[in-house]
C-alpha cells in the first residue's frame, strides 16, 4: 500500500496530467477556456475572483519554496528553521484563508445568479468539490501540527520524497513517519492532479503569448464619405 501511494499513484497523476493537458489542447482548444460569467454578474465577482486566485497564487509560491527548494539552500542564505516556520505558518495560513474564502464567495455568486447556476456542469460540481477538499486539508494539517500542536518540519520528509519521485528515485521511507493530516492533503492534491486536465483549470496553463505577434485588428471606416462606392440605405436593391 504504501508503494502505491507514494510511488504508483504520485507517477500516475503526473502522467495523466501531462498527457491529458495534451489531448486536452489537441482535441478541445475551443474548450479551453474558464467560460467566463463575467457579464451576468459582477458584485460578489470583485471580491471572490482576487481573494481566490491571490490566494492561489501565494499558496504556490509557498509549496514551491517549501517543496522543491532543500532546506540547506535557505539556511545557507540566512533563513533559519525558525524564521522560515514563522513565515511559511503565518504567510501560508492567511494566504489558505484568502483562498478559502475567495473560492465560498465564487461558489454563492454561481448559487444565487441563475444563468450563472444554469451554465454550472457536473464537472464545475466535481472540480470545486476536489480543489475545496485540497485548501481544506491543507489549512487542517498546517493548523493541527504547526499552530495547535508542536510543529512539524515537513523540508525533512516530504520535500525530499517529492523530489526524489522526480529523480526517478522515490523514497517511500521518508513518507511513513509524516502525520496523517499531511499524507490525506497529499493524497488529494494528487487527485486534483489527474482531474485537472478535463476541468476548466486547465486555463492555469494558458498565457496570451500570441498577443505579441497576432496582425493588427482591421476596422470598418467609419466616415459615410470615406468609402470608394456610394452608400445606400439596406432596402434599396443593387443596380
Not at 527548494?69 to 535557505?74: A, E, Q
Not at 498546517?142 to 519521485?165: C, F, H, M, Q
Not at 492555469?204 to 471606416?221: E, N, Q
Request: aromatic share 16%; net charge positive; glycine share 10%.
Amino acid at each position: 500500500m504504501n508503494t502505491f501511494l507514494w510511488v504508483v499513484f504520485p507517477y500516475l497523476s503526473i502522467v495523466v496530467l501531462a498527457g491529458g493537458t495534451v489531448w486536452r489542447y489537441r482535441y478541445d482548444k475551443f474548450g479551453w477556456t474558464t467560460r467566463s460569467s463575467q457579464l451576468y454578474e459582477t458584485n460578489y465577482l470583485r471580491w471572490g475572483s482576487p481573494l481566490f486566485h491571490f490566494g492561489v497564487l501565494f499558496v504556490l509560491i509557498g509549496h514551491i519554496v517549501g517543496l522543491l527548494i532543500p532546506k540547506s539552500w535557505t539556511e545557507a542564505v540566512g533563513i533559519t528553521e525558525h524564521l522560515y516556520h514563522l513565515m511559511a505558518v503565518f504567510i501560508g495560513t492567511v494566504a489558505g484563508l484568502c483562498t478559502l474564502i475567495g473560492m465560498a464567495i465564487l461558489i454563492l455568486r454561481r448559487r444565487l445568479t441563475g444563468p450563472v447556476f444554469a451554465a454550472t456542469t457536473r464537472n464545475d460540481k466535481t472540480m470545486y468539490v476536489v480543489l475545496g477538499s485540497v485548501i481544506l486539508l491543507g489549512l487542517w494539517a498546517t493548523v493541527k501540527a504547526n499552530i495547535t500542536g508542536g510543529g512539524y518540519d515537513y523540508r525533512e520528509t516530504v520535500s525530499p520524497w517529492l523530489r526524489s519521485l522526480f529523480t526517478l528515485q522515490p523514497d517511500v521511507a521518508l513518507m511513513t513517519a509524516v502525520p496523517a493530516g499531511f499524507k490525506i492533503h497529499i493524497i488529494a492534491a494528487f487527485v486534483l492532479f489527474a482531474c485537472w486536465p478535463f476541468t476548466r483549470l486547465v486555463h492555469a496553463f494558458s498565457a496570451p503569448v500570441g498577443y505579441l505577434t497576432r496582425p493588427y485588428v482591421v476596422y470598418r471606416y467609419r466616415d459615410p464619405h470615406g468609402g470608394l462606392r456610394p452608400t445606400r440605405p439596406g432596402w434599396e436593391p443593387p443596380r
